[in-house]
């Protein structure tokens, strides 16, 4: 059944900016958020929060561009998707078709077509993402990624962006966009981002990436639960999080 082309069971939504990273699922039913600070202090070479993906230089290689951080956000709600399925009481009937929904063509088509570019970080992150939809498919499920306007995609560029310059509350991003209000706010562990952010300063080989899968696979979020209050909540990034043995 996942041969064919279907109409997606799950949809996700995710998108960056200098001011930082965010995605959700109104399917799966999640919701996070990473600022710029907290990708900075994980090892992320990010340029000022201030600037945008219009008026800054494409010729600063001292610097991620916005792309690769589009790309990135992918990578996390994938992540998400593939703890949120392998931890479900119950299957769906005829596999997981999950679509993951970008308003960036640059990370659409790395995420097709990695192999082809020219940037080391990208085709790194690209092999972890590869392991990680290798992992999706022992669990009956397919992904695929399409493109929707900046303008549609609400949700995940309130929980990406700056607002005035400075870091809006969890909370106020909620109020802004009612279908947030459905999902579970999911606390992720800093060490998925410091694993991202490794392959970003370093060449990675196979035998780091089998590595650094099997940590992928260990490491769990933590789901905030009814009556935690988000009102002074800004990131959804933890030092700790829970861990689980690996089971074959």
Known sequence: ALLVPRTPTHIMYSDASYGGLGGWSPDLKFAW???????????????PPTLNSIN???DDNNHLH???????????????????????????LGGYVLRAMADNTTA?????????TDNAVIRHWARLAS?????????????????????????ADLLSRLENGLVP?????????????????FLLPSRLFYILAERDSSLSTEGLCEEAMTELSIVEPIIMRDGW?????????????QTRTQSS
Not at 33 to 47: A, I, N
Not at 66 to 92: D, G, K, M
Not at 108 to 116: D, E, K, N
Not at 173 to 179: E, L, N, R, T, V
């Open 33 to 47: 958020r990473v600022m710029h600070d907290d990708l900075k202090r994980m090892g992320f070479r990010l340029r």
């Open 66 to 92: 916005i792309n690769p951080l589009e790309f990135l956000a992918v990578l996390v709600n994938i992540w998400i998707s593939w703890y949120c399925i392998r931890t479900a009481s119950t299957s769906v």
């Open 229 to 241: 209050t988000r009102n002074e909540l800004r990131s959804t990034l933890v030092e700790t999080c």
């Open 108 to 116: 659409i088509s790395w995420l097709r077509h990695a192999a082809t």
């Open 169 to 185: 509350t969890l909370e106020s991003c909620i109020d802004k966009c009612s279908a947030l209000k459905e999902t579970r706010i």
């Open 56 to 58: 800054d230089g494409l």
């Open 131 to 155: 392991a990680m939809l290798a992992k999706l498919s022992s669990h009956n499920t397919v992904l695929d990624i399409q493109h929707i306007q900046g303008t549609q995609n609400t949700g």
